[in-house]
């Protein structure tokens, strides 16, 4: 699967040609499959059909194609298998776009990387037909919809970076963003969340620890090399207008970064231990679609 290597800015157009990419891995549908991709729970993107309910008796008018015959066979009478069809799933992103993830020493920036990922899995998520929603977070506020198109989720990715977007403006974003999901998501649904998870913490987790029961949840924390292997070295970053040069010398610093990511990425596997989430790290330099689709995919495509 192709990326466009170092990119360090957000293109609409970019972000439209993931389209055809996501249609191209989309394999048909070859029936009702449970696939798993987030270790015990369901692929988001199986391909949906009927699932079997329970058997009854047999009424004068059931598709005799669907009669049971163990059943019948063993109580000595005619049962009929039912179904229920699937109901429209939710498909939910979580994109982060605040200014800590405009950031990387190797590969794409980390915002570049969440709104590929979202873009690309919306895209797949629309050709299943499923429903989509998002929130997305800047250092403004968060701007959110439940009901949107793949287009529509884009779309606001991009504008956020442009400023022509309405934010609500909150204190603690993830705080806002939790609850908020909390009020959102439906059964069944499944949602991505794209960050550096730098102020994620336990009451966080908390607050979506419930929604475990009907909801899956794929946490995919973007980091880069710096943040574990702090080079001894003096270092120089610049946001295009102002730079910051820092001493990296001395082992103590170099240490203290390692320990920050360490402590973050411990907290969510914990979590994701604890409640069934899935959990897909994603390295900045990494193929990183290539990695959400077969990690999604897990069982159906290897």
């Given at each position: ?210 929604l475990s029961e009907k909801t899956t949840f794929l946490f995919c924390p973007i980091y880069d090399e710096l943040e574990i292997h702090l080079p001894d070295d ?14 990296a010398h001395q082992s103590k610093l170099r240490q203290k970064f390692y320990d920050d990511w360490k402590q973050r990425t411990q907290m969510l596997e914990t ?28 069982g159906r495509n290897g």
């Open positions: 699967m192709s990326l466009p290597h170092h990119s360090t800015r957000i293109l609409l157009k970019d972000l439209i040609a993931l389209k055809s990419q996501a249609e191209l891995f989309m394999l048909p549908p070859t029936g009702k499959k449970s696939t798993t991709g987030f270790g015990s729970t369901y692929s988001p993107f199986k391909s949906r059909g009927l699932d079997f309910q329970e058997v009854r008796v047999y009424q004068p008018g059931d598709d005799i194609r669907q009669i049971d015959w163990h059943v019948t066979a063993k109580y000595g009478k005619p049962f009929t298998k039912l179904y229920t069809e699937e109901k429209e799933r939710t498909i939910f992103f979580v994109v982060d776009l605040r200014n800590n993830m405009h950031f990387a020493t190797h590969g794409d920036f980390k915002d570049v990387i969440a709104a590929r990922l979202a873009a690309f899995m919306a895209f797949m998520a629309e050709h299943q037909k499923d429903k989509l929603g998002y929130i997305i977070i800047t250092d403004e506020g968060i701007t959110s919809s439940g009901d949107a198109d793949a287009y529509g989720v884009l779309t606001p990715m991009f504008n956020a970076l442009t400023g022509d977007a309405k934010y609500t403006q909150v204190a603690d974003p993830f705080n806002a963003i939790c609850r908020a999901l909390t009020q959102l998501l439906p059964r069944g649904a499944f949602t991505f969340l794209f960050s550096d998870f730098y102020d994620w913490n336990a009451t966080h987790t908390d607050i979506l620890a419930p003096t270092l120089s970053f610049s946001d295009g207008t102002d730079t910051l040069t820092i001493s979590a994701a231990k604890k409640y069934g989430w899935g959990l897909l790290p994603i390295k900045t330099d990494s193929d990183y679609l290539a990695d959400i689709s077969h990690f999604c995919f897990q």
